[in-house]
């Protein structure tokens, strides 16, 4: 059973950094892509970034060059370093994850709340 755990959000400061992290579990998590959605209230869920297998990354446009995704193939972890954050950055947080041979059967986490004050 494919589970994914996610944490490291919370309330931060216009400005301020949060790293969030999602721990995989069930899956070969080195052939797996994995990403970071948002959803913030009202609004569509969206792609905030991605990673390959090879650790190939991709970006939202509204958050490139402040966010950062990583990956520890060793941990089964994947991790969203968030700085410079902007009130507009406030949504829920999923992590998703997927076998680069098998795209269609992805998976996503809880959700972890990421709440911006001015």
């Known amino acids: 059973q494919v589970q994914l755990v996610e944490s490291g959000g919370g309330l931060v400061q216009a400005g301020g950094s949060l790293r969030l992290s999602c721990a995989a579990s069930?899956?070969?998590?080195?052939?797996?892509?994995m990403g970071w959605y948002r959803q913030a209230p009202g609004k569509q869920r969206e792609l905030v970034a991605h990673?390959?297998?090879?650790?190939?990354?991709n970006y939202a446009d509204s958050v490139k060059c402040r966010f950062n995704i990583t990956r520890d193939n060793d941990k089964n972890k994947v991790y969203l370093q968030m700085n410079s954050l902007k009130l507009e950055d406030t949504a829920v947080y999923y992590c998703q994850v997927y076998n680069e041979f098998i795209p269609r059967a992805d998976y996503w986490g809880q959700g972890t709340h990421v709440t911006g004050s001015s």
């Open positions: 990673i390959t297998s090879g650790g190939s990354t």
């Open positions: 069930g899956i070969i998590f080195s052939i797996c892509a």
